[in-house]
C-alpha cells in the first residue's frame, strides 16, 4: 500500500505538474498571440491613420494648389486685359 501511495502520490505530482506547465504553456502562448495580434492591430490602426492622414495632406495641398491656381489666373486677368488694352490703345494710335 505505502508503494502504492507513494506511486499515486509521485503521479499526481507529475501530473499537476504537468497541467500547470502545459497552463503556463498556453498562457504563454496566448499571451504570445495576443501581444502579436495588438502589435498587428497597433500597426494596421497606424497605417490606416497614415494612409489617411497622408490622403488628407494630398487632398489639402491639391485643394491649396487650386485654390493658389485660381488666385493666381484672377490676379493674372487683369494684367492681361490691360496688357490688350494698352496694345488696343497703342494700335489706336499708329492708325
Same mark, same amino acid.
Not at 501530473?15 to 500547470?20: E, G, L, M, T, Y
Not at 504570445?32 to 490602426?45: G, Y
Not at 497605417?47 to 493666381?72: H, K, P, Y
Given at each position: =500500500?505505502?508503494? !502504492?501511495?507513494? &506511486? $499515486?502520490? #509521485?503521479? +499526481? /505530482? *507529475? @501530473?499537476? %505538474?504537468?497541467d500547470r506547465a502545459r ?15 495588438? =502589435?498587428?492591430? !497597433?500597426?494596421? &490602426? $497606424?497605417? #490606416?491613420? +497614415? /494612409? *489617411? @492622414?497622408? %490622403?488628407f495632406e494630398m487632398a489639402?495641398?491639391?485643394?491649396e494648389n487650386t485654390w ?19 496694345? +488696343? ?7
Amino acid at each position: =500500500m505505502a508503494r !502504492s501511495v507513494e &506511486e $499515486n502520490t #509521485w503521479n +499526481g /505530482i *507529475q @501530473s499537476i %505538474a504537468f497541467d500547470r506547465a502545459r497552463c503556463v504553456q498556453e498562457n504563454t502562448w496566448n499571451g504570445i498571440q495576443s501581444i502579436a495580434f495588438e =502589435m498587428a492591430l !497597433s500597426v494596421q &490602426e $497606424n497605417t #490606416w491613420n +497614415g /494612409i *489617411q @492622414s497622408l %490622403a488628407f495632406e494630398m487632398a489639402r495641398i491639391v485643394q491649396e494648389n487650386t485654390w493658389n491656381g485660381i488666385q493666381s489666373i484672377a490676379f493674372g486677368w487683369p494684367s492681361v486685359h490691360k496688357r490688350i488694352l494698352g496694345m +488696343g490703345f497703342k494700335a489706336l494710335h499708329l492708325i
